[in-house]
């Protein structure tokens, strides 16, 4: 994202993203904008956002990031569109409760498998939940394990609840996921939901993440 406003004690700047003289509706409408403390800011994006001070100056700061959709809205599927608005909160929290949930992973490299209808929606939450374990300070892999073309036939059949757990029984009994690993997957497991599920799969054990 790029920094369109930094607002000092309230009163914003002339590159405000919201409506006005300088931005029209249509173009307002057509950013994805999040807020931050000068303190968050500064730590996501260093050097686009001036930390707050340290003995303070009575002014309180904040900012927002914005960038430009290179989709105008109503040309993406509304589940499509919705995933990719929430995506960086969506990935964040997911590996947020990963990490939480076991902190013994901390050396292990992280691989990520995401299960998304849409191959160009999937390869950008494989994307950002790669950005979002590396915020964490991990290892993170570009691998993908894979499995034979037998048991993709058997495990297709499956109920997702089951299939899951036996996919990742098979990656550590045929090697893919390597002692030393840990797969995110961050799957849909319903097509009317507009959030995403995330497992962990360590050792050939699979744990939903609640």
């Known amino acids: ?69 290179l989709m105008r809205p109503g040309l993406r599927e509304a589940r499509d569109e919705a995933i990719l608005t929430e995506l960086e909160p969506l990935s964040r929290d997911i590996v947020t409760k990963a990490v939480s949930l076991r902190t013994d992973l901390a050396d292990r490299t992280w691989l990520v498998e995401t299960y998304y209808p849409s191959g160009e929606v999937s390869s950008k939450i494989s994307f950002a939940t790669k950005n979002a374990l590396m915020g964490q300070g991990l290892a993170v892999s570009d691998r993908v394990p894979v499995l034979g073309v037998g048991d993709v036939g058997v495990i297709t059949r499956m109920d997702p609840d089951e299939a899951y757990p036996t996919a990742c029984l098979r990656y550590a009994a045929t090697g893919t996921l390597r002692e030393g690993d840990a797969l995110l997957a961050v799957v849909s497991r319903d097509a009317r939901e507009t959030i995403l599920h995330g497992g962990l799969c360590v050792d050939g054990r699979w744990t939903w993440i609640p």
């Open 1 to 69: 994202m790029t920094p369109l406003l930094v607002v000092w004690a309230g009163l914003p700047f002339l590159n405000d993203p919201s409506p006005g003289v300088l931005r029209s509706k249509r173009a307002a409408r057509n950013l994805d904008c999040e807020r931050y403390s000068a303190q968050t800011g500064s730590e996501r994006y260093p050097g686009a956002i001036r930390p707050a001070r340290a003995r303070g100056d009575y002014v309180e700061r904040d900012a927002v990031m914005c960038a430009e959709r």
